[in-house]
């Protein structure tokens, strides 16, 4: 182990911060914390075309929602092109980087040829013997030219710190171009440059940087620079199997931050896609993760993303929250799907809350399952008051039972003593009172039981929505 571990979460901002994204982020910070080291947050956005300040804000909003704080950063690689720019020309300098100036016609039929023939497609090296006063020549005239790697064609083996030893043969992929221009280096690169200047003694990434690994760590023989130490995270999969994609359906964090799943949840579940601390605890917080974690635990192969278990963990810490704190979650939830907020207290919002507590995966679903508390007209069918073959008169002759207990309670007008008293009146007929009840209360299928309903309601509106009800089936 490095004097100071430093790990680094190097995202593009070519979109959201991705599910499978976010776990790199959640390892990265598990290992560096777990060895009092620091993460470092650098911005990959060397490519101009398609990298937005939105993706990085939806970034670093979701880090600091989810409570992954890091120590230094946000670095921006658009920000550090002069200090690119002295690595390119060092390796120009000293002969193990060249200008290229074949054409894409050329190169394109280069590798046509090369497919003939069976080979592997790899660039034949035909502007190495260019001199440096050539290659000055044919950008002084205007000729376009990229910066390749003098690749020395060696077999390069690492210590991947989930895989074990990983072997590559360089010499297949040939001079591979590094740069656009002095100025637009790509990202091979630029991430050699940054883990040298940043001190990154860990790369944690997922596996399909694999291949990039040696290629950089030529680069950083050719530049003097110690390798830092690998370790290729399993891919996410669908639960099809496949590389987790938007095939699968949106992936953003924000989708689910939208959606009302608890930080924790969110946390707690991606930890465990490709780790296994042993053990039988499946619920962690983020402070148990981390005294726990360590990467020879993780898993080689692929981590497949479970929806159901995200929602029974995010259930787990509705659950879990205290009512008051629950209820401020909730609030956003509710006042953007249009609910009247500041028409209710705080302690009927509560109220509300903690009736649809045990039930939720997400905050999200809360103004669906509640909406009928915050309706001044609720629509349903007539049938649904009819408790199996009840007729319409029947069904009302069974509201006004209802509403005559309802009147006749005083104190305590609670989940308690309304469950009491209506259920002494059903008698042995408690389906034929409390179904035609609760749908005239609610208006839905299924809902809570109407005792807690009317409890929320209070006599008033309770009996409006009996007396709404009657109305129906006698019209």
């Keep these: 182990m ?3 571990v430093r790990t680094r979460f190097a995202p593009s901002p070519t979109g959201p ?12 910070y598990l290992f560096a914390h777990h060895h009092k080291g620091k993460l470092i947050v650098r911005v990959e956005d060397t490519d101009k075309e398609r990298s937005e300040k939105r993706w ?18 946000p670095y921006r690689q658009s920000e550090r092109t002069k200090i690119y720019k002295a690595s390119l020309e060092k390796l120009l300098n000293e002969g193990k980087a060249y200008w290229c ?51 020395p064609g060696r077999k390069i083996s690492f210590e991947d710190l989930v895989r074990g030893t990983i072997e590559f043969d360089t010499s297949l992929s040939g001079d591979f171009v590094i740069a656009k221009d002095s100025e637009n280096p790509l990202y091979n690169f630029t991430v050699v440059v940054d883990d040298h200047d940043m001190k990154i003694t860990h790369v944690i990434r997922g596996e399909d940087h694999i291949p990039n690994t040696p290629r950089q760590i030529l680069m950083q023989e050719a530049l003097g620079f110690e390798s830092p130490q690998y370790a290729h995270l399993p891919l996410l999969l669908g639960e099809d199997r496949t590389k987790l994609s938007k095939r699968q359906g949106d992936m953003s964090v924000t989708r689910f931050r939208q959606e009302g799943y608890l ?17 039988e605890q499946e619920v962690f917080s983020l402070k148990e993760l981390v005294e726990k974690f360590s990467l020879d635990r993780v898993q080689k192969g692929g981590a497949v993303f479970d929806a159901k278990r995200l929602e029974w963990l995010s259930g787990h810490y509705i659950r879990e929250t205290p009512l008051e704190e629950l209820t401020k979650l909730a609030l956003p939830y509710l006042e953007k799907s249009g609910v009247p907020i500041e028409s209710l207290d705080s302690k009927k919002l509560q109220s509300i809350v903690q009736l649809f507590q045990e039930r939720l995966k997400a905050l999200g679903e809360l103004p669906e399952l509640a909406g009928f508390f915050f309706k001044t007209e609720l629509e349903y069918e007539t049938d649904l008051l009819k408790w199996k073959d009840m007729s319409s008169q029947k069904a009302s002759e069974s509201l006004e039972r209802a509403s005559n207990v309802l009147n006749g309670i005083v104190e305590p007008w609670s989940p308690e003593s309304l469950e009491k008293a209506l259920l002494e009146t059903a008698g042995e007929d408690k389906g034929g009172l409390l179904w035609p009840l609760r749908v005239a209360l609610s208006g839905r299928k299924a809902s ?7 409890s929320i309601l209070g006599k008033n509106e309770a009996i409006r929505r009996i007396r709404h009800a009657q109305h129906l089936l006698t019209s």
């Design 448 to 454: 809570p039981p109407p005792f807690d309903i009317a």
């Design 2 to 4: 490095k004097t100071s």
């Design 17 to 28: 911060l991705h599910m499978g994204n976010l776990r790199t982020a959640l390892f990265n």
């Design 101 to 151: 100036f074949c054409s894409s016609e050329q190169l394109a039929q280069e590798r046509e040829e090369q497919e003939k023939r069976g080979e592997a497609p790899r660039y034949a090296g035909t502007c190495r013997s260019l001199s440096k006063k050539e290659a000055q020549e044919k950008l002084k005239n205007g000729v376009p030219g990229v910066i390749r790697f003098l690749n």
């Design 56 to 73: 990085e804000e939806d970034m670093l909003s979701n880090l600091t929602w989810l409570g992954l704080t890091w120590d230094e950063g």
């Design 263 to 279: 930080p924790e949840s969110i946390l707690n579940f991606l930890a465990l896609l490709g780790w296994n601390p042993g053990g």
